[in-house]
């Protein structure tokens, strides 16, 4: 069992800054944290990875690169994403997610979900 609890959204103009946390407990999450991500889903539009770490390496999608950051504390496995210069195609429901399935990390694999936290730029 994994729990993940978000935090941290919020409503922001264009060009602010905000910064998520996943929280993580439970039984399996030692194990999952080598695979955490952020994925963020807007009305209308599909799921999309923004960013994700893997054994301490960390990807993102080009529509984030240079401006969102994700991070893990080493000693709790608590997620962050500092996201700078926001934009209003940035709003969307953030989702925290953990876990690998068949040895892949990402998206599709995802094996554990948070419950999300809603970020709103405005212009």
């Known amino acids: 069992q994994v729990q993940l609890v978000e935090s941290g959204g919020g409503s922001v103009q264009t060009g602010g800054s905000l910064r998520l946390s996943c929280a993580g407990s439970?039984?399996?999450?030692?194990?999952?944290?080598?695979?955490m991500g952020w994925i963020r889903e807007a009305p209308g539009k599909g799921r999309e990875g923004v960013a994700r770490?893997?054994?301490?390496?960390?990807y993102y999608s080009d529509s984030v690169k240079g401006r969102f950051t994700i991070s893990q504390d080493n000693a709790n496995g608590t997620l962050y994403l500092q996201m700078n210069n926001l934009k209003p195609e940035d709003t969307a429901m953030y989702y925290c997610a953990s876990g690998t399935s068949g040895g892949f990390c990402g998206p599709t694999y995802f094996r554990h979900w948070g419950q999300g936290t809603q970020v709103t730029v405005s212009s």
């Open positions: 770490v893997y054994i301490g390496r960390a």
């Open positions: 439970g039984s399996e999450y030692t194990t999952s944290r080598d695979c």
